[in-house]
């Protein structure tokens, strides 16, 4: 059974740090480019960062570059998102899928960045 779970959102006051993983299961890991996704309120998804299967290349949205770092874990199945300085506007729920060959989505995980 494929799925994807992601975890470790919470509540953060902005300039905060924040680290949320995702736990894949089902499909050959390790083979797959992998990204992370976001969705504020009333807004479409969006595309944040992407790692390559072996973690050798990052590629990351203009808004977060420079504050968030995609990593992955092959033997442990999971992909993280480190998120540093986080401001109001990276208030959303964040997913993880394949950058390509999109998995049926997870439940995500919700970040609120507020004082």
């Known amino acids: 059974q494929v799925q994807l779970v992601e975890s470790g959102g919470g509540l953060v006051q902005p300039g905060g740090s924040l680290r949320i993983s995702c736990a894949a299961s089902?499909?050959?890991?390790?083979?797959?480019?992998m990204s992370w996704y976001r969705q504020a309120p009333g807004k479409g998804r969006e595309l944040v960062a992407t790692?390559?299967?072996?973690?050798?290349?990052?590629n990351y949205a203009d808004s977060v570059k420079g504050r968030f770092t995609i990593s992955r874990d092959n033997a442990k199945n999971t992909l993280y998102l480190q998120m540093n300085s986080l401001k109001p506007e990276d208030t959303a729920v964040y997913y993880c899928?394949?950058?390509?060959?999109?998995?049926?989505w997870g439940q995500g995980t919700q970040v609120t960045v507020s004082s």
């Open positions: 899928n394949r950058r390509i060959n999109l998995l049926d």
């Open positions: 089902g499909f050959t890991f390790s083979m797959y480019a």
């Open positions: 790692i390559t299967s072996a973690g050798g290349s990052r």
